[in-house]
């Protein structure tokens, strides 16, 4: 008496057990096939069927023809799923083509103006908060504020190379401001506004580290300026812009050190409060994925910074013909609009974190934002101008740099408590409103 072969499907339509059973009789009595051929699946293997391929199945012994008929499928659909939801599932990407149309715009009409405009609602829809789901919130936030910056990066280098060292300084002057009071002041308000029945809570710890940074920043904004207006420099000219330098490669020295203590050598003391949760039962993100893949998103990632760097070459050009033509400061432009756009990212994500209860990563990406800007960025550009013969340095003139100390003071504060609600918010809104209006008052002395 013949023994059946067993065979292991794992997902097979009803019809297709029946024909295969006919085929299991061929079997001999250990319970093998009596032969075999190249074309052939040998029936002691495991017969893979998947949902998505009702035609094709991923047998061993298949030929290799099939196998990247498969692949070939796959890597179709995943890449059609890539680009409808990056592009397609938020609404803001609806502001991607004003990019292209800025670019045509200046070839055809040259009107700075419409270009400056259009650039502006070109870079916006960039945004990157898919990589805080491989991650934790600690990590995330940094992340999530290391390429939301890289808008600021590019185009503060693009704007170092046209000698337009006031724009750069005055921009990262207001990404900061934004950051610190608007972006803060926005997750502060929608989350407690949203999670109304609970005291919002977040790491304090970590928190304060981030003002003492702050404050380190300041110092070193502060003192050529001081040394400045009080003209107490030992050579006029020259003190200022070596005190600047030498105070850059400290503060870069600091970020550093600040990466190593928070990443690697007191990791314990920047578990959030929704991790310590999440370990609890209580808080988990196993209901959370992300759309994409991690090697997607970071794909995602480096051509849309591409994308920025060509924007902001047509931006940085456009700034003084759009100050002729709206009849608005430079100042108000660099510190207010420029910011406003290139944050719109670390806007987006750090309110969608905080309705969700997430504030250890809407802190990392609004106040660690601000500190990266502060401890990195600033002390980077005058680096890069001081190896390109581009000088640049820490003097900010008096208003801005009062503006600034006034601003990490009243953040500070707020985040002593280690909680958060609507209320906090809405009086850092009203904080940056005072702030954008007294810019658009104020005339830049140095120009």
């Keep these: ?39 052939e699946v040998p029936f002691d293997s495991e017969i893979n069927f998947h949902p998505s391929e009702s035609s094709l199945m991923d047998v061993h012994g298949s030929h290799s023809g099939e196998s990247r008929t498969v692949h070939h499928e796959t890597l179709a659909g995943m890449i059609y799923r890539s680009i409808q939801v990056v592009v397609f599932s938020n609404k803001l990407n609806l502001l991607m083509p004003f990019g292209p149309l800025a670019i045509l715009v200046q070839k055809l009409t040259g009107h700075l103006g419409w270009v400056f405009g259009l650039s502006l609602l070109g870079i916006m829809p960039l945004a990157e908060r898919q990589l805080a789901f491989y991650t934790g919130d600690t990590v995330g936030g940094l992340l999530n504020a290391t390429f939301g910056n890289a808008t600021e990066l590019i185009i503060s280098i693009y704007a170092l190379k046209s000698g337009m060292t006031r724009v750069v300084q005055l921009s990262l002057l207001g990404s900061i401001l934004s ?20 005291e919002q809570v977040f790491n304090k710890a970590a928190a304060s580290v981030n003002s ?8 070193g904004i502060l003192f050529p300026a001081v040394l400045h207006y009080t003209h107490t420099e030992v050579h ?20 550093v050190a600040y990466l190593f203590f928070q990443l690697k050598s007191q990791r314990n003391l920047y578990v959030s409060v929704n991790e310590d949760e999440g370990q ?13 893949s991690k090697w997607e998103t ?9 994308w920025i760097s060509i924007l902001s070459e047509y931006l940085v050009g456009a700034i003084e013909g759009a100050s002729t033509a709206w009849e608005i400061p430079v100042a108000f432009i660099s510190v207010i609009l420029l910011p406003l756009v290139g944050n719109a990212a670390e806007h987006a994500s750090a309110i969608m974190f905080a309705m969700k209860d997430k504030l250890d990563i809407s802190l990392g990406v609004a106040i660690g934002s601000s500190t990266q800007i502060s401890m990195f960025v600033i002390p980077f550009c005058v680096v890069i101008g001081w190896i390109t013969g581009h000088p640049m340095d820490l003097n900010f003139q008096l208003f801005e740099t009062a503006v600034l100390f006034l601003t990490v003071i009243v953040v500070a504060f707020m ?10 918010g809405l009086m850092l809104i009203l904080c940056y409103l005072i702030v954008a209006a007294s810019f658009y008052v104020h005339v830049d002395s140095s120009q």
């Design 1 to 39: 008496m013949e023994t059946p072969i067993e065979v292991k499907p794992t997902r097979v339509a009803s019809g297709f057990l029946d024909d295969l059973s006919e085929t299991c009789k061929m079997g001999s009595p250990n319970g093998r096939a009596m032969y075999r051929t190249d074309d």
């Design 298 to 306: 970071i794909i995602w990632l480096s051509v849309m910074t591409a």
């Design 236 to 255: 006029v000219g020259k003190s200022e812009l070596s005190l600047s330098r030498f105070s850059s490669c400290i503060m870069l020295v600091a970020y």
């Design 179 to 198: 950051n610190m009071l608007l972006v803060l002041g926005c997750a502060f308000l929608c989350g407690g506004i949203v999670n109304h029945e609970k």
């Design 280 to 292: 609890n039962g209580n808080n988990s993100n196993d209901d959370e994925s992300s759309d994409i």
């Design 415 to 424: 985040l002593q408590e280690g909680t958060a609600n609507y209320f906090k």
């Design 212 to 219: 003492g940074l702050l404050l380190m920043a300041v110092m």
